[in-house]
T-cell receptor
Framework: NAGVTQTPKFQVLKTGQSMTLQCAQDMNHEYMSWYRQDPGMGLRLIHYSVGAGITDQGEVPNGYNVSRSTTEDFPLRLLSAAPSQTSVYFC????????????FGNGTRLTVT | SQQGEEDPQALSIQEGENATMNCSYKTSINNLQWYRQNSGRGLVHLILIRSNEREKHSGRLRVTLDTSKKSSSLLITASRAADTASYFCATVNFGNEKLTFGTGTRLTIIP
């Protein structure tokens, strides 16, 4: 099993550009989530999904969109990138809910200039 | 806003010593989890402790939970160089599908 796979690993965008961060898991997990990690801030929840077709906002959702059309995939879209979105992004999944351990991908390091 | 806050922010100890990290949180929880993050990598789950549990063990790891004080501790015994990493606590509130992380403790094991 590959676990949680994130692509790309690194990305540089110019302000105003759009892009999609990909996340896929092969563990048949219902729960998936996106976090961003900034120095001194820990991880902050952006969006999460408790199953296909269901998404909800986390702590810092502004500027990001998500969809969950399949159990396996949970892409994160930046519609118009801003320098404040420079961060490391982590996707994570768990078997049912956050009452079971999260499995993390290795992250996408995004720089917006 | 952060639910969990780890203390200390950074800790350096000699290999073989024990390392203790603390986590305090603000509101009632369903469970509390500890994760490890090696430099440049994703987080790895260590232990999950539920609100009705007081202590859990996993190998050299021991986690305690005191809900009356809204605090938890992670003890790593007989530390090794490979334990060098950042350690995060994370909490889940009742009726909530969100796992909220603290800012982490940076642990350095000196060979």
């Amino acid at each position: 099993n590959a676990g949680v796979t994130q692509t790309p690993k690194f990305q540089v965008l110019k302000t105003g550009q759009s892009m999609t961060l990909q996340c896929a898991q092969d563990m048949n997990h219902e729960y998936m989530s996106w976090y961003r990690q900034d120095p001194g801030m820990g991880l902050r929840l952006i969006h999460y999904s408790v199953g296909a077709g269901i998404t909800d906002q986390g702590e810092v959702p502004n500027g990001y969109n998500v969809s969950r059309s399949t159990t396996e995939d949970f892409p994160l879209r930046l519609l118009s990138a801003a320098p404040s979105q420079t961060s490391v992004y982590f996707c994570a999944s768990s078997f049912q809910t956050v009452n079971s351990p999260l499995h993390f991908g290795n992250g996408t390091r995004l720089t917006v200039t | 806003s952060q639910q969990g806050e780890e203390d200390p922010q950074a800790l350096s100890i000699q290999e073989g010593e024990n390392a203790t990290m603390n986590c305090s949180y603000k509101t009632s929880i369903n469970n509390l989890q500890w994760y490890r993050q090696n430099s440049g990598r994703g987080l790895v789950h260590l232990i999950l402790i539920r609100s009705n549990e007081r202590e859990k063990h996993s190998g050299r790891l021991r986690v305690t939970l005191d809900t009356s004080k809204k605090s938890s501790s992670l003890l790593i015994t007989a530390s090794r160089a490979a334990d060098t990493a950042s350690y995060f606590c994370a909490t889940v509130n009742f009726g909530n599908e969100k796992l909220t992380f603290g800012t982490g403790t940076r642990l350095t094991i000196i060979p």
